[in-house]
């Protein structure tokens, strides 16, 4: 992060307090250090880069550029990503149960055009072998789940790194 800010500006009364509000509702217990209030703008500044990162590194995967593309496939993605990571069956109808804001119908066109770009493969489950033939399960390619761990650990990186040039 070569573009510290070294001073800050003064913030009027009103922003003041507008940061105080956004910090006291933020979920600063779950990071894995403490952060002192005045590195707050540094931290959000951090994250906002790596999300610029994070769009740039999604050019050249078309998987998860394809996962990406809607809160309704990500959500998909996610549903069948678990599954296999827990090694369980996953299907249409069981992604439908899991997510009930949308129809059969979504969840079946969501998969099937993942299928068709080889984002999702149907595969036997990794662990639970199912005796119905009807049961088609799904699982991520391995592309796919190389580029989103990928992504992940970009995040952890970025985050470890603000620890480094921050905080300690």
């Known amino acids: 992060m070569n573009n510290r800010i070294t001073k800050r500006p003064d913030l009027s009364t009103e922003d ?12 600063l217990k779950k990071l894995p250090f403490n952060i002192p209030a005045d590195k707050m703008c540094d931290l959000n500044l951090e994250m906002a880069r790596h999300s610029g990162v994070v769009l740039k590194y999604e050019e ?24 296999n990571e827990l090694g369980t069956e996953i299907y ?41 033939l009807k049961i088609r399960n799904v699982r991520p390619s391995e592309d796919v789940i190389i580029e989103f761990v990928n992504w992940k650990i970009e995040l952890l990186s970025s985050m470890m790194k603000f620890k480094k040039d921050f905080i300690n």
């Open 60 to 83: 050249d995967k078309s998987g998860i550029k394809w996962v990406f593309s809607s809160i309704k496939k990500y959500k998909v993605f996610l549903v069948i990503f678990e599954a």
């Open 16 to 27: 003041k307090k507008r940061q105080k509000n956004i910090i006291s509702k933020l979920n």
């Open 92 to 132: 249409k109808e069981k992604i439908s149960s899991k997510l009930p804001e949308y129809s059969y119908k979504t969840i079946a066109q969501i998969v099937d055009e993942g299928v068709s770009k080889n984002i999702f493969l149907k595969l036997k489950a990794r662990v639970n072998e199912s005796k119905d």
